[in-house]
């Protein structure tokens, strides 16, 4: 086979082997694949899951560094997941209310119902000291990189960066 041959051949590739040393654990929910990220300090799992309309990313943390053990945070996924609709629903309050006391930073034609329809969860992580921090792509208000942090006390930090790229965090 010429080069021209190789290089424009319709030869479908091979799958690509599973590395012995990858890490699944399989859910009801989901498979989840272990990963270590040592220069960030994160230790854990991650899976895409189906979320309202697109892919939730959730991250589930280990019990610690040391060890691939999560029972931790698989637990409090599964408590998000039992009542997962009316938790979703609540986080999406908290963020539309926060903006709403925000009106220079709401476009004229979107009302609470809207930007409740706007709002979709994207990510999840659950953290080993009892942290878990939701993010949102769009809210319906002039923010990205929207993020939630309900704190192991319960309470909770909002950020968020404006179009200007100036970041903001608030108690909420």
Not at 135 to 141: E, L, N, P
């Amino acid at each position: 086979m010429g080069l021209f041959d190789k290089l424009f051949s319709k030869k479908e590739k091979e799958p690509a082997a599973q590395n012995a040393d990858e890490i699944i654990i399989e859910k009801p929910y989901g498979k989840f694949k272990y990963f270590s990220n040592p220069n960030v300090g994160e230790y854990g799992y991650e899976i895409f899951t189906t979320g309202e309309e697109d892919e939730i990313d959730v991250y589930l943390d280990t019990d610690s560094p040391e060890t691939t053990e999560a029972s931790l945070c698989f637990g409090r996924y599964e408590k998000f997941l039992s009542d997962k609709e009316n938790r979703i629903y609540e986080l999406r309050k908290i963020i539309v209310e926060y903006f709403l006391f925000k009106p220079d930073m709401i476009p004229e034609e979107y009302d609470e119902e809207k930007m409740m329809e706007k709002t979709k969860l994207t990510c999840m992580g659950f953290f080993r000291n009892g942290d878990v921090q939701y993010s949102f792509y769009d809210v319906g208000a002039y923010a990205e990189d929207v993020h939630l942090t309900v704190k192991k006390d319960g309470s909770r930090e909002l950020g968020y960066r404006d179009y200007d790229q100036n970041e903001y965090k608030e108690n909420v």
